[in-house]
Protein backbone atom coordinates (compact mmCIF):
# COMPACT_ATOMS: atom_id res chain seq x y z
CA UNK A 1 0.00 0.00 0.00
CA UNK A 2 1.42 3.14 -1.26
CA UNK A 3 2.70 5.93 1.77
CA UNK A 4 0.38 9.08 2.16
CA UNK A 5 2.28 12.28 0.95
CA UNK A 6 2.70 15.06 3.01
CA UNK A 7 4.14 17.99 2.13
CA UNK A 8 5.97 20.53 4.31
CA UNK A 9 6.37 23.85 3.10
CA UNK A 10 8.23 25.79 5.57
CA UNK A 11 11.31 27.67 5.89
CA UNK A 12 13.03 27.36 9.36
CA UNK A 13 14.95 24.03 9.08
CA UNK A 14 14.96 23.09 12.35
CA UNK A 15 11.09 22.99 12.38
CA UNK A 16 11.16 21.02 8.98
CA UNK A 17 13.85 18.66 9.93
CA UNK A 18 11.68 17.73 13.61
CA UNK A 19 8.62 17.98 11.63
CA UNK A 20 9.89 15.07 8.68
CA UNK A 21 11.40 12.76 11.20
CA UNK A 22 8.20 13.05 13.25
CA UNK A 23 6.06 12.31 10.55
CA UNK A 24 8.73 9.55 8.39
CA UNK A 25 8.24 7.61 11.96
CA UNK A 26 4.99 7.83 11.45
CA UNK A 27 5.10 6.12 8.22
CA UNK A 28 4.41 9.11 6.12
CA UNK A 29 6.28 10.20 2.73
CA UNK A 30 7.79 13.51 3.30
CA UNK A 31 8.38 15.88 0.63
CA UNK A 32 9.87 19.17 2.07
CA UNK A 33 10.43 22.83 0.22
CA UNK A 34 11.96 26.00 2.02
CA UNK A 35 10.10 28.34 -0.10
CA UNK A 36 6.99 29.12 -0.97
CA UNK A 37 6.96 29.34 -5.11
CA UNK A 38 9.20 25.55 -4.44
CA UNK A 39 6.09 24.76 -2.61
CA UNK A 40 3.16 25.61 -4.31
CA UNK A 41 5.70 23.85 -7.29
CA UNK A 42 5.70 20.44 -6.01
CA UNK A 43 2.09 20.85 -4.59
CA UNK A 44 1.03 21.07 -8.54
CA UNK A 45 3.38 18.41 -9.62
CA UNK A 46 3.59 15.91 -6.87
CA UNK A 47 -0.03 16.30 -5.87
CA UNK A 48 0.40 15.35 -1.82
CA UNK A 49 -2.24 14.10 0.43
CA UNK A 50 -1.84 16.97 2.57
CA UNK A 51 0.05 20.25 2.85
CA UNK A 52 1.41 21.66 6.27
CA UNK A 53 1.97 25.15 5.48
CA UNK A 54 3.83 28.10 6.89
CA UNK A 55 2.23 31.56 6.37
CA UNK A 56 5.18 33.85 6.63
CA UNK A 57 7.79 32.12 3.74
CA UNK A 58 10.27 33.62 1.16
CA UNK A 59 9.11 34.12 -2.15
CA UNK A 60 5.54 33.53 -2.03
CA UNK A 61 3.32 33.84 1.20
CA UNK A 62 1.56 30.84 2.35
CA UNK A 63 -1.67 32.52 2.22
CA UNK A 64 -0.91 32.99 -1.83
CA UNK A 65 -0.12 29.58 -2.39
CA UNK A 66 -3.36 28.49 -0.21
CA UNK A 67 -5.42 30.66 -3.14
CA UNK A 68 -3.94 29.06 -5.93
CA UNK A 69 -4.18 25.26 -4.73
CA UNK A 70 -8.14 26.31 -4.00
CA UNK A 71 -8.60 27.61 -7.20
CA UNK A 72 -7.26 24.62 -9.29
CA UNK A 73 -9.82 21.57 -9.27
CA UNK A 74 -6.66 19.36 -9.56
CA UNK A 75 -5.59 20.60 -6.25
CA UNK A 76 -8.64 21.77 -4.55
CA UNK A 77 -9.51 18.91 -2.17
CA UNK A 78 -5.88 18.48 -0.58
CA UNK A 79 -6.39 19.51 2.61
CA UNK A 80 -4.06 22.27 4.05
CA UNK A 81 -2.69 22.52 7.74
CA UNK A 82 -1.78 26.16 8.20
CA UNK A 83 1.67 26.48 10.39
CA UNK A 84 2.45 30.02 12.00
CA UNK A 85 3.33 31.95 14.25
CA UNK A 86 0.90 34.85 14.48
CA UNK A 87 -1.76 34.35 16.95
CA UNK A 88 -4.56 37.29 16.36
CA UNK A 89 -7.77 35.56 15.75
CA UNK A 90 -7.86 38.11 12.23
CA UNK A 91 -4.96 35.89 10.68
CA UNK A 92 -7.25 32.78 11.43
CA UNK A 93 -9.90 34.07 9.93
CA UNK A 94 -8.13 35.18 6.76
CA UNK A 95 -6.42 31.66 6.95
CA UNK A 96 -9.79 29.96 7.04
CA UNK A 97 -11.07 32.49 3.82
CA UNK A 98 -8.32 31.29 1.67
CA UNK A 99 -9.49 27.87 1.87
CA UNK A 100 -7.37 26.28 4.82
CA UNK A 101 -8.50 23.21 6.78
CA UNK A 102 -7.20 23.88 9.94
CA UNK A 103 -4.58 26.02 11.62
CA UNK A 104 -1.81 25.37 14.26
CA UNK A 105 0.07 27.80 16.15
CA UNK A 106 3.72 27.80 17.24
CA UNK A 107 5.16 26.72 19.45
CA UNK A 108 2.70 23.57 19.46
CA UNK A 109 2.88 19.85 20.72
CA UNK A 110 4.19 17.50 18.14
CA UNK A 111 1.50 15.14 19.29
CA UNK A 112 -1.53 17.35 18.54
CA UNK A 113 -0.14 18.03 15.18
CA UNK A 114 0.28 14.73 14.48
CA UNK A 115 -3.57 13.97 15.78
CA UNK A 116 -5.03 16.68 13.58
CA UNK A 117 -3.21 15.29 10.47
CA UNK A 118 -4.65 11.81 11.47
CA UNK A 119 -8.31 13.50 11.32
CA UNK A 120 -7.42 15.63 8.29
CA UNK A 121 -6.17 12.53 6.28
CA UNK A 122 -9.11 10.18 7.75
CA UNK A 123 -11.96 12.44 6.31
CA UNK A 124 -9.87 12.98 3.18
CA UNK A 125 -9.92 9.49 2.21
CA UNK A 126 -12.84 8.13 3.79
CA UNK A 127 -14.68 5.54 1.38
CA UNK A 128 -18.33 6.01 0.78
CA UNK A 129 -20.91 3.99 -0.55
CA UNK A 130 -20.93 4.03 -4.23
CA UNK A 131 -25.04 5.41 -4.20
CA UNK A 132 -24.09 8.48 -1.66
CA UNK A 133 -25.53 11.29 -3.76
CA UNK A 134 -27.07 14.40 -2.60
CA UNK A 135 -29.41 16.56 -5.03
CA UNK A 136 -31.25 19.53 -4.93
CA UNK A 137 -32.25 20.97 -8.27
CA UNK A 138 -29.33 21.66 -10.43
CA UNK A 139 -27.07 21.30 -7.33
CA UNK A 140 -25.75 17.65 -6.55
CA UNK A 141 -22.86 15.60 -4.66
CA UNK A 142 -21.13 12.75 -5.22
CA UNK A 143 -19.70 11.32 -2.48
CA UNK A 144 -18.32 8.39 -4.22
CA UNK A 145 -15.97 10.76 -6.34
CA UNK A 146 -15.83 13.45 -3.98
CA UNK A 147 -17.51 16.01 -6.66
CA UNK A 148 -19.99 18.95 -6.20
CA UNK A 149 -21.58 19.40 -9.35
CA UNK A 150 -23.75 22.89 -10.40
CA UNK A 151 -25.86 22.82 -13.79
CA UNK A 152 -23.06 19.56 -14.87
CA UNK A 153 -20.25 21.52 -14.00
CA UNK A 154 -17.55 20.61 -11.08
CA UNK A 155 -17.20 22.97 -8.50
CA UNK A 156 -13.38 23.89 -7.17
CA UNK A 157 -14.67 23.30 -3.27
CA UNK A 158 -12.27 22.91 -0.25
CA UNK A 159 -12.76 19.62 1.59
CA UNK A 160 -14.15 21.51 4.59
CA UNK A 161 -16.57 23.25 1.84
CA UNK A 162 -17.40 19.82 0.89
CA UNK A 163 -18.09 18.85 4.51
CA UNK A 164 -20.08 21.80 5.24
CA UNK A 165 -21.75 21.81 2.13
CA UNK A 166 -22.70 18.09 3.15
CA UNK A 167 -24.24 18.53 6.09
CA UNK A 168 -26.26 21.42 5.45
CA UNK A 169 -27.47 19.50 2.15
CA UNK A 170 -28.59 15.66 4.01
CA UNK A 171 -31.33 17.71 6.81
CA UNK A 172 -33.01 20.50 4.57
CA UNK A 173 -34.88 22.52 6.72
CA UNK A 174 -33.11 21.98 9.76
CA UNK A 175 -31.06 25.34 11.83
CA UNK A 176 -27.54 24.15 12.43
CA UNK A 177 -25.69 26.10 15.10
CA UNK A 178 -22.50 27.17 14.43
CA UNK A 179 -20.93 24.50 16.58
CA UNK A 180 -23.14 22.26 14.85
CA UNK A 181 -21.44 22.88 11.88
CA UNK A 182 -17.68 22.79 13.45
CA UNK A 183 -18.17 19.83 15.06
CA UNK A 184 -19.42 17.78 11.69
CA UNK A 185 -17.70 19.84 9.21
CA UNK A 186 -14.47 20.80 10.75
CA UNK A 187 -13.67 18.39 12.96
CA UNK A 188 -13.07 17.78 16.73
CA UNK A 189 -9.84 19.48 17.74
CA UNK A 190 -9.86 22.29 15.18
CA UNK A 191 -9.41 26.09 16.09
CA UNK A 192 -13.43 26.62 17.03
CA UNK A 193 -13.86 30.59 16.56
CA UNK A 194 -17.30 32.34 15.63
CA UNK A 195 -16.33 34.00 12.78
CA UNK A 196 -14.94 30.79 10.99
CA UNK A 197 -18.22 28.97 9.95
CA UNK A 198 -19.44 32.69 8.86
CA UNK A 199 -16.08 32.83 6.37
CA UNK A 200 -16.47 29.02 5.10
CA UNK A 201 -20.39 30.34 4.82
CA UNK A 202 -19.65 33.07 2.93
CA UNK A 203 -17.09 31.34 0.17
CA UNK A 204 -19.30 28.06 -0.39
CA UNK A 205 -22.01 30.69 -1.24
CA UNK A 206 -19.83 32.76 -3.61
CA UNK A 207 -18.53 29.07 -5.38
CA UNK A 208 -22.11 27.89 -5.51
CA UNK A 209 -23.05 31.35 -7.34
CA UNK A 210 -26.73 31.24 -8.16
CA UNK A 211 -27.57 28.32 -5.62
CA UNK A 212 -25.36 30.32 -2.69
CA UNK A 213 -29.10 31.61 -1.66
CA UNK A 214 -30.55 28.15 -0.96
CA UNK A 215 -28.18 28.34 2.74
CA UNK A 216 -29.86 30.82 4.70
CA UNK A 217 -28.59 32.88 7.33
CA UNK A 218 -31.21 31.54 10.51
CA UNK A 219 -30.71 34.75 12.65
CA UNK A 220 -29.36 34.07 16.05
CA UNK A 221 -28.61 30.17 15.34
CA UNK A 222 -26.84 29.68 12.58
CA UNK A 223 -27.37 28.47 9.18
CA UNK A 224 -29.71 26.11 7.21
CA UNK A 225 -30.09 24.74 3.64
CA UNK A 226 -33.88 25.66 2.01
CA UNK A 227 -35.76 23.12 1.60
CA UNK A 228 -36.75 22.43 -1.97
CA UNK A 229 -40.35 23.09 -1.84
CA UNK A 230 -39.56 26.12 -0.53
CA UNK A 231 -37.08 26.68 -2.68
CA UNK A 232 -39.34 26.93 -5.93
Do not use: W
Amino acid sequence: MAREKILIVEDEPSLTDVLAYNLNREGYEVIVAHDGKEGLRKAQMLLPDLVILDIMLPSLGGLEICKELRASPTTAHIPVLMLTAKTEETDQVVGFAVGADDYVTKPFSVKVLLQRIKVLLRRASAVEPASEIIESGSLRIDKRSHRVLLDNQPLPLTPTEFRLLETLMRQPGRAFSRQDLMESAIGDGAIVLERTIDVHIKSLRRKLKHAGELIETVRGVGYRFREEEMAR
